[in-house]
C-alpha cells in the first residue's frame, strides 16, 4: 500500500526549478532515506508531500487523497527542518498541547523516555539546549502513533550520542510497523537507518534502490596506490590524496589500470575496493545525470 506519492512532481520558486518531475513512492512499513547535497530540492518535496506547498505541475497523494486536506494528515506525523517551540511552555506542557490533538496519543513518560528527554520534563523549551530542542521537535512527530512519519534532517546539530539516541527510536518506531520518510545530510544516517534510498540532485530523482544497490549502481570502485606523478586519467570521477596514497574513484577500474600500465606510471601497492555510500553519491550527484532505476 503506498502512502505517500509524487507523480511528475514539479514545482518552481519564479526563476528557480527546485523540482523537475519527479517520481516517489513511499509503501507502508518502508524506511526511506531522501539523500542530496544542499538545495537539490529535499525540503521542497517533502514539503509538497505533507501539503505545506502546492506542486507548480504534477500531482502528490498522502493516503491517497490531497495533502493539502486536513483530513488526509491525520495519520502523518511530521518534523520540519526548523521547527518553532514556544519559549516559556513546560517540555512536558508542549507534549500536553500536541497529545490533546490525537484520539490515543503515546504517554507523555513513555514519548519522553523513548527521546531521552525524562530528565527535562519541567524545563522550559527556551532554556534548552538545541540539540534538546531538535530531539522535542523530533518527538512531537511520534506522539499521535501516526502511520508515516516525515522527517527533514532529524538529527542536524545533535551530537553523536544524540543522533544514535534519535535512530533508536525511529528504529523502534520502524520495528513496530511504522513507516518513515526521512531526509538527510549524514551518509552514514542513511546506511544506519534506511533500507530504501532516493538520491536527489538538483531537483531531480538521480537513483532510487536500496543502500546496496546504489552503492552498486554506478559501479564505482575506487583504486588505490602509490605514485609519484599521474597523468591525466579518463573515466576518473573524483581524485584524492591521503597518507602518502592516491585515491581515485573510477566507474571503470580495469580500464583505469590498464591506462595506468599503458601511460607507464610507476605505481606501487595497487588496491582496488568497492565505494561507500559516500562515494557512490558523489559519483552520482557530480555526474548530474539520472542513473538507471535498477542494475
Ligand atoms: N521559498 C523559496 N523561495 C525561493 N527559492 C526557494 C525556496 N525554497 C527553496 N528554494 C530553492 O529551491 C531549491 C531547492 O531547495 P530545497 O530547500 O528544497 O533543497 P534541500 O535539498 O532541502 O536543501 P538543504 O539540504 O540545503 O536543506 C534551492 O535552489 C532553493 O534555493
Known amino acids: 500500500m503506498i502512502l505517500a506519492r509524487a507523480d ?5 520558486y519564479g526563476e528557480v526549478l527546485a523540482l523537475d518531475r519527479v517520481d516517489l513512492t513511499v509503501g507502508a512499513g518502508e524506511l526511506v532515506g531522501l539523500l542530496g547535497p544542499n538545495g537539490a530540492g529535499k525540503s521542497t518535496l517533502i514539503n509538497l508531500l505533507v501539503g505545506v506547498r502546492r ?3 504534477g500531482r502528490v497523494e498522502l493516503f491517497g487523497a490531497d495533502p493539502r486536506d486536513a483530513a488526509s494528515r491525520r495519520e502523518l506525523g511530521v518534523t520540519p527542518q526548523e521547527t518553532g517551540l514556544p519559549a516559556t511552555l ?8 500536541v497529545s ?3 484520539p490515543d496519543p503515546v504517554p507523555r513518560d513513555e514519548l519522553l523516555d523513548r527521546f531521552g528527554l525524562g530528565d527535562q520534563v519541567k524545563r522550559q523549551t527556551g532554556g534548552l539546549s538545541g540539540g534538546q530542542r531538535r530531539r522535542l521537535a523530533v518527538a512531537l512527530a511520534f506522539v499521535g502513533r501516526p502511520r508515516l512519519v516525515v522527517l527533514d534532517e532529524p538529527t542536524t546539530g545533535l551530537d553523536v550520542e ?4 534519535l535512530w533508536e527510536a525511529i528504529r523502534g518506531f520502524h520495528a513496530e510497523g511504522g513507516t518513515v520518510l526521512l531526509s538527510s545530510h549524514y551518509l552514514e544516517e542513511v546506511e544506519a537507518l534506511a533500507q530504501r534510498v532516493v538520491v536527489i540532485g538538483q531537483g531531480r530523482v538521480l537513483a532510487d534502490d536500496t543502500v546496496e544497490a546504489i552503492r552498486g ?3 564505482v570502485r575506487r583504486v588505490s596506490l602509490v ?5 591525466p586519467l579518463p573515466g576518473v570521477v573524483a581524485t584524492e590524496r591521503a597518507d602518502g596514497r592516491t585515491h581515485l574513484l573510477t566507474t571503470d577500474a580495469d580500464q583505469l589500470v590498464r591506462d595506468l600500465v599503458t601511460a607507464g606510471v610507476a605505481f606501487r601497492e595497487l588496491e582496488v575496493r568497492p565505494t561507500s555510500l559516500e562515494e557512490a553519491f558523489l559519483a552520482i550527484t557530480a555526474g548530474g545525470r539520472p542513473a538507471p532505476a535498477t542494475v
Do not use: K, N
Open 8 to 12: 511528475q512532481v514539479s514545482r518552481r
Open 55 to 57: 506542486p507548480t505541475a
Open 90 to 97: 513546560r517540555v512536558g506542557e508542549v507534549i500536553d498541547f
Open 100 to 102: 490533546r490533538h490525537f
Open 162 to 165: 544524540a543522533r544514535h539516541a
Open 217 to 219: 549502481m554506478v559501479g
Open 227 to 231: 605514485a609519484d606523478d599521474l597523468p
